[in-house]
């Protein structure tokens, strides 16, 4: 079975700081994890996403996150904030297992990321 | 690039009265789905589809019914909707079922029941 737990409800940051959302997984197999962004009144979209490539990932405006299998960890950075990065995040791991459960998403409860003037 | 359409954006509903929750993608997507999103809880699996003609459950399919009789339709319905069930709504789509397949969101149906 598959879970997903995002360690922060909430992060404020300054404008120019660094940003870490951090998200923690439970998977059977080797997972396939994304990072998805939500605007205010708005759909979801995919910022990156890690399919056992690379365990560095970039995605788009900057932001990254870093797979560690050892930590089951895959946390979302960016160098340097700014104020439309402001938004809730969700990591989300998608279900390896076999049959009609294949491909099924599993959210985290969101972060909601706060960036200050 | 219409990509994933939901209509409509906002719904008030009377508890009992029933409604159905439109979706539609352009993209010649296999696979879609349901979510609502309630505060704090992340985004629920309601039902989906591998294709026309195949449904399934996920989370909480509870109240509510799909079917899905084009790639392109996946319609929600809500028999008879209570309080428990204002939430908002996303549709979902990708091009297959599969670990690595990216979704794609519609905008999003806020739906009150009173």
């Known amino acids: 079975a598959q879970s997903v737990t995002q360690l922060d409800s909430h992060v404020s940051v300054s404008e120019g700081t660094p940003v870490l959302l951090r998200c923690n997984y439970s998977?059977?197999?080797?997972?396939?994890l994304f990072w998805y962004v939500q605007h205010p009144n708005k759909g979801l979209q995919l910022l990156l996403k890690y399919t056992s490539a690379a365990t560095l990932v970039k995605g788009i405006n900057g932001f990254e996150a870093e797979f560690k299998k050892s930590e089951t960890s895959f946390h979302l950075t960016k160098p340097s904030a700014h104020m439309s990065d402001a938004a809730e995040y969700f990591c989300?791991?998608?279900?390896?297992?076999?049959?009609?459960?294949?491909?099924?998403?599993?959210f985290g409860r969101g972060t909601q990321l706060t960036v200050w003037p | 690039n219409a990509g994933v359409t939901q209509t409509p954006k906002f719904q008030v509903l009377k508890t009992g009265q029933s409604m159905t929750l439109q979706c539609a993608q352009d993209m010649n997507h296999e696979y879609m789905s349901w979510y609502r999103q309630d505060p704090g809880m992340g985004l629920r699996l309601i039902h989906y589809?591998?294709?026309?003609?195949?449904?399934d459950q996920g989370e909480v399919p509870n109240g509510y019914n799909v079917s899905r009789s084009t790639t392109e339709d996946f319609p929600l319905r809500l028999l008879s909707a209570a309080p428990s069930q204002t939430s908002v709504y996303f549709c979902a789509s990708s091009f297959r079922q599969g670990a690595n397949a990216e979704a794609f969101f519609g905008q999003g149906t806020r739906l009150t029941v009173v």
């Open positions: 989300v791991v998608s279900s390896v297992d076999r049959g009609s459960t294949l491909g099924r998403l599993y």
């Open positions: 589809s591998v294709g026309a003609g195949i449904t």
């Open positions: 998977s059977s197999y080797s997972p396939s």
